[in-house]
């Protein structure tokens, strides 16, 4: 019927070179040392992107104005009347 019921495997992706590896291998120690140098250095840590990979949102920090009031246009008629006002006085 089907041989290899399973074809995979898994795998640890945050594998280590080893100090038995480096000894046990003649013509590969050289190449291993130099892979377990710089496994030894401090890597930055992953950090999660700010913008959403589906969407490609980025926040910006501002809030959406919102419906327009009611009462935008009344408060626009009385700024206008107050200056209107004000330089009738100063005339």
Known sequence: MFAGRY???AFDK???VTHAAITENKRLGTVLEFIK???EKD???KT???VKQ???YKKT???PPGRPSKMEGYYARRRAEREAAALLDKA
Do not use: I, L, W
Request: hydrophobic content about 10%.
């Open 61 to 63: 920090g501002r809030k």
């Open 43 to 45: 890597t930055p840590p």
């Open 14 to 16: 945050d594998q280590r």
């Open 37 to 39: 140098a710089e496994q």
């Open 54 to 56: 589906r969407t490609r």
């Open 48 to 50: 999660k992107p700010a």
């Open 7 to 9: 074809t995979y495997s």
